[in-house]
DNA sequence: AGCACGCCGACT
DNA sequence: GTCGGCGTGCTC
């Protein structure tokens, strides 16, 4: 038994043996990490067995153990295993994923676990639910007691009090003894809920993000483990939180796509949470005012609850809505920025200081940059993509790889014409605000005004204590915030989105309306929402106007059914990347015959090969294959046997993503 | 995934 | 003649 099997965060299968000095006999057990000879250098691997014999010749030595016990164990080590199998990944792959990257650092789990006293029960402070709340809490209540895995979709309108049915139902799991997991879609988004869960439950509630310093990691970690925190709020990679018995698991807006990972393995959080659950005997708690077309298919075919909050609380009225069809407003002609509609609104809110946000989901002053001569458009060099004027900089920026150039006097391609910018960004959105209201007090809130640790949280503050009038932004503005002042939202373009090459496209403009429109009207004041749209007859928008969730579904699940994609299918979608671009194809093409050849007898099919939708990225051209099929596992099962060894097709790296957004 | 080894094109 | 491109194979 002195050897140790150990799996590293490669994309291979296999697993190396190794030596276990004898100093190092107690701690190399399986879960823990080992820094190990490997090549010509040495990495850092999980042990995940101990061996008595080897049939490799010639073993190495361990050089040391990182952990005095493991770091992953239980249920948290079955996960990993779900992981690998589910997204096609190595066991070191998985586990690798379950620890944040930044715990390199020696720790043990014996410091000192100084649990407050932290049972979560309702106070004084706590607001009395209303009836449909109640009804709510009872059915999650039921599900909690029963402690069998369940999941419910709480489907709530924006401003429905989701958020203390959360707190209730977590003070419910921690009065039992047992913790809870929170995930959010991005921390920025969320300094109320904080707030909220900080005020209700203390010190126990740990808060985990990407912008947390490696120390305050390490140490949210240990106190995860030790359980001297009981409840973790965070994003995505939370859901791998180490609590011990985690009970329940929260998915704040679960229709987000920020909960799935961007590089392998490429998981859902709320799958993962999912997963976990039923690992444990416990609960997800999914709530949404437009949940994913999955999530509300999975309650529609009874394999999940769904718990309706039709109302706003404090008897708040959902906000009137108002298309303005641009084709009567600009025509065929010049075409314009703000509709007279649009404009008589803002007028209204600023005469009366009220607070208005106008969303554009497009980032920078203009959307590409075109020779008036040649048609040319700018494109990067690395990436063939379009690049995006941003005034700010004056520069042209690549939105994939972020390459910045200055805009060029005169065409590169035909050296005569001069180059015009078209297409519109926040950035003019909120110059062409100064223009028309010099007086008002103007702010632009995206990536690029968010950009420090800091400026989220200072932009936040300026609009709550309402030094800003006017705000303009990306999806940023459209979720989550709750600002009482905001008694108009206007949508530059509902139409952004919506013309995206992307099956999903409807769902994500339906989404981002309501969302937007639950902005208007929190306060006392009632909500006005005006949307901006060349296609008002299509049915996402006709559905947000009305605030109509269940028109929405019932169109779009049919239109899915009718041409066999999600959530009546899952699809895995295969990127082989390269710098040749005859290399790359031919993998492709390669790929796609070895999978065809084995996929007759089974019930899938094959799309592609294609270029990806991103052809050229940094320099490294993309193509994709589509696998289709009923089930993921069998596709999983299969890919894993043509991929191998080292995930690669003709020797080219090959990505996997399952049910890919 | 990295890294070393090995075989063909444009330079001092 | 060699420097260096990336295609190939290996890592206990």
């Not at 066991?91 to 649990?115: K, N």
């Not at 910045?404 to 590169?412: E, H, N, R, S, V």
Request: aromatic share 6%; proline share 5%.
């Amino acid at each position: 038994m002195r050897i140790a099997e150990v799996v590293f965060n490669l994309p291979l299968e296999r697993a190396f043996h190794y030596l276990i000095p004898p100093a190092l006999e107690s701690t190399a057990q399986p879960g823990a990490r080992v820094l190990a000879p490997f090549g010509s250098t040495s990495r850092i691997g999980f042990v995940v067995k101990r061996v008595s014999k080897s049939s490799f010749p010639m073993l190495k030595t361990v050089r040391r153990v990182l952990d005095s016990r493991p770091v992953i164990a239980d249920e948290r080590w079955a996960l990993a295993e779900w992981l690998s199998r589910h997204y096609c990944c190595s066991f070191g792959e998985a586990l690798a994923a379950l620890i944040p990257g930044e715990l390199r650092i020696r720790w043990s789990a014996a410091a000192d676990a100084r649990v407050e006293k932290c049972d979560g029960s309702v106070d004084g402070h706590a607001p009395t639910l209303t009836p449909h709340q109640q009804r709510a809490f009872e059915v999650i209540e039921g599900a909690l007691q029963r402690r069998r895995t369940s999941t419910i979709l709480l489907h709530g309108v924006t401003g429905s009090g989701k958020t203390e049915l959360y707190l209730r139902a977590i003070a419910s799991v921690l009065q039992r003894g047992d913790s809870a997991i929170c995930l959010v879609p991005e921390i920025a988004l969320t300094p109320q809920t904080i707030d909220r869960f900080q005020a209700r439950f203390g010190a126990c509630v740990a808060v985990w993000h990407s912008r947390l310093t490696r120390r305050q990691r390490a140490q949210v970690w240990q106190e995860a483990v030790s359980g001297a925190r009981r409840i973790v709020i965070g994003t995505r990679s939370a859901v791998f939180s180490p609590l011990p018995r985690v009970g329940l698991i929260v998915v704040d807006e679960e229709h987000e796509s920020t909960y799935k990972q961007g590089d392998t393995p490429r998981y859902h959080a709320r799958d993962v949470a999912q997963a976990r659950m039923g690992l444990t005997r416990g609960v997800v708690l999914l709530g949404s005012a437009t949940p994913s077309v999955e999530s509300y298919y999975e309650a529609a075919q009874g394999r999940s609850q769904l718990v309706e909050l039709p109302e706003r609380i404090a008897g708040r009225r959902l906000p009137s809505v108002d298309i303005v069809d641009m084709r009567d407003e600009f025509g065929a002609r010049r075409a314009g920025l703000l509709s007279r509609r649009l404009q008589r609104a803002l007028e209204r809110a600023v005469q009366r200081q009220e607070q208005a946000m106008l969303l554009l989901n497009r980032r920078g002053f203009a959307r590409v940059a075109q020779c008036r001569q040649c048609g040319t458009v700018m494109r990067c060099r690395r990436c063939a993509v379009t690049m995006v004027y941003h005034a700010s900089q004056q520069q042209l920026v690549c939105h994939y790889c972020n390459f910045q150039t200055a805009l060029p006097d005169i065409c590169g391609a035909c050296r005569k014409g001069v180059l015009r910018l078209r297409g519109i960004g926040t950035e003019r959105v909120e110059s062409e605000l100064h223009r028309l209201f010099p007086v008002a007090s103007i702010s632009r809130m995206d990536s690029d005004t968010t950009k420090s640790r800091e400026s989220h949280r200072q932009l936040y503050d300026a609009i709550k204590t309402e030094q800003v009038g006017l705000l303009v932004g990306t999806q940023m503005i459209a979720k989550g915030l709750d600002f009482p002042q905001v008694t108009l939202v206007g949508v530059v373009s509902a139409d952004t989105a919506l013309n995206l090459p992307d099956f999903r496209a409807g769902e994500r403009t339906f989404d981002l309306l309501t969302q937007v429109a639950g902005r208007a009207g929190r306060g006392a004041q009632p909500g006005q929402v005006v949307i901006q749209t060349y296609c008002p007859a299509h049915y996402a928008i006709r559905a947000a106007t009305r605030h109509d969730y269940a028109a929405f579904y019932a169109e779009e699940i049919q239109m899915r059914k009718r041409l066999n994609l999600p959530p009546w299918t899952h699809l895995v979608e295969l990127t082989i990347h390269g710098t040749s671009h005859a290399r790359v194809s031919e993998a492709a093409e390669g790929l796609a015959k070895a999978l065809r050849r084995r996929i007759a007898t089974r019930r899938m099919a094959l799309l592609g090969p294609a270029p990806h939708r991103i052809p050229k990225l940094r320099r490294s051209f993309r193509m994709s294959v589509i696998v289709k099929g009923r089930t993921v596992a069998p596709m999983v099962e299969l890919l894993r046997s043509v991929l191998q060894p080292g995930r690669r097709a003709h020797g080219l790296p090959v990505t996997v993503d399952v049910d890919p957004l």
